[in-house]
């Protein structure tokens, strides 16, 4: 097929026509009727095929049937008309289509639009999630919530620490005593090498344990870490590079939460030595 040729019939599969009634409209123009074997052989279609092309052309109304005798002869519509119609049937199609899917749309409307209503006024609040970077808040969220505590605090001991005042550390060793004589269980873990370099924290570690505060050491611990009542937890955020604070922290009343991070801690638990 010449090139030519070949991007015509490009064209006309573009226009909606099937290769095979492109190839077959192009032959028909080339004079002035065709019989289906002359067809055949000269688009190379098979014999079944081209009964169901020309079918195909008719019902579109891009070619014509006439018979001489028992021959049957036929002829394209001229270009102008056949293309018509060739874009009226697709406008139809278009329209068609268009009604479907708006048919469509209402009825899926009808059903999401009421959820949509329902559920337009509901808002997430993130009070649950608090962050302080100030030292000095710190310490008051944490002394606050050993005082809420009930049953329970689990603790991963690492710096950096905002008991670094004489004032500071009192409070909190203070408020865990009183935590310790409601019977509360407090366990805390510790990392080997602070406790040989802080002896302020051997110290503290040492009177607690006495008044009933279980503790282990470890090598390394993962993060610094405090659950209370595995209902919440309080830990450190990345620090970013411009902030002038050595220690941000975030607290989270979050109970799923705070049972994984507790399972977390009983993990490195049973890894943790007694401490001598």
Not at 135 to 140: A, F, H, L, N, P
Not at 188 to 215: F, M, P, T
């Amino acid at each position: 097929m010449k090139t030519e040729i070949r991007k015509q019939v490009q064209k006309l599969i573009t226009l909606g026509l099937t290769e095979r009634e492109a190839k077959v409209y192009i032959t028909l123009l080339s004079k002035k009727g065709f019989t289906t074997l002359e067809l055949q052989n000269s688009v190379d279609i098979p014999r079944t095929k081209i009964y169901e092309v020309l079918q195909r052309m008719l019902a579109r109304g891009i070619c014509t049937e006439r018979g001489l005798g028992k021959v049957k002869y036929y002829e394209a519509v001229e270009p102008k008309v056949a293309f018509s119609r060739i874009l009226d049937e697709h406008k139809e199609h278009c329209m068609n289509e268009m009604e479907k899917r708006k048919s469509v749309v209402e009825s899926v409307t009808s059903i999401l639009n009421p959820v949509f209503n329902m559920n337009k006024d509901i808002t997430y609040s993130f009070d649950f999630v608090e962050v302080f970077k100030d030292k000095e808040q710190i310490q008051k969220k944490y002394v606050q919530m050993v005082k809420d505590a009930k049953h329970s605090l689990y603790t991963f001991n690492k710096g950096p620490y905002v008991c670094d005042t004489s004032g500071r550390l009192k409070e909190q060793l203070q408020e865990e005593a009183r935590l310790l004589k409601r019977k509360a269980i407090c366990k805390n873990i510790y990392e080997e090498g602070e406790l040989r370099s802080q002896d302020w924290l051997l110290e503290s570690v040492k009177s607690q344990s006495k008044l009933g505060q279980q503790a282990r050491v470890v090598e390394n611990l993962p993060i610094k870490m405090m659950v209370f009542d595995e209902q919440k937890v309080f830990f450190p955020l990345l620090k970013p590079s411009n902030e002038a604070s050595n220690l941000n922290m975030i607290f989270i009343e979050h109970r799923e939460l705070a049972i994984a991070c507790k399972m977390l801690f009983n993990f490195i638990w049973e890894q943790g030595k007694p401490i001598k």
